[in-house]
């Protein structure tokens, strides 16, 4: 996002900021891409199906979330509806995590990704 990092506050969908930083114990969802299959199988190149409970498209790998290098609890991680190889991960920001700008970190089959900095209160 031109704002930064594409993380949102799950009770209300707005965007994590500077001026609304993530606490710790909170829920958020990230959106992201590139983390490959999903159960149940779907075609390569077509958009995840609308959205359907208990038929959500889930990543087929492992997938870790760690805030400051502490494990975060990973809730879901699904492929996003209607979009092209565009996923969202769900998780929980460790408790005891300080303010300040925090490292998240992602991994999917052990395959880490950028680290990026989270705002947090």
């Keep these: 996002m031109p704002t930064g990092p594409a993380i949102f506050h799950a009770s209300d969908f707005s965007p994590v ?3 609304k930083p993530a ?3 909170e829920v958020l969802m990230m959106s992201v891409g590139g ?15 609308a959205w359907q409970t208990g038929k959500e498209p889930q ?3 492992p997938v870790e979330v ?10 879901s991680a699904l492929g996003w509806p ?3 190889n565009v996923y969202r991960v769900d998780f929980r920001v460790p408790e005891g995590t300080a303010a300040g700008a925090a490292t998240l970190s992602l991994s999917v089959a ?3 990704g950028p680290e990026v900095k989270l705002p947090m209160r």
């Design 82 to 84: 209607g979009m092209n």
């Design 17 to 19: 900021t500077a001026e």
């Design 59 to 61: 990543v087929d790998s």
């Design 35 to 49: 983390l490959g299959p999903v159960r149940p199988n779907l075609d390569p190149g077509k958009p995840f199906p």
């Design 66 to 75: 760690t805030v400051n290098g502490k494990a975060a609890q990973v809730i």
């Design 110 to 112: 052990w395959i880490n």
């Design 23 to 25: 606490r710790a114990g």
